[in-house]
């Protein structure tokens, strides 16, 4: 959940939009947890 929350932040931070920062942060979120799942 942490590197989602970062990159939202982060993109939220730079491009200066709320909604774009919550879409992007839903991909490196999910996609860390698809790592984590396969791994145990």
């Known amino acids: 959940m ?3 929350a970062v990159f ?3 993109t ?4 200066g939009s709320a909604a ?3 879409l992007v ?3 490196p979120g ?3 947890s698809l790592i984590f ?3 145990t």
């Open 37 to 39: 799942a396969v791994l």
């Open 25 to 27: 942060a839903g991909v």
């Open 20 to 22: 774009l920062g919550l």
């Open 30 to 32: 999910m996609l860390a």
């Open 12 to 15: 939220a931070a730079v491009t």
């Open 2 to 4: 942490l590197i989602g």
């Open 8 to 10: 939202g932040f982060a």
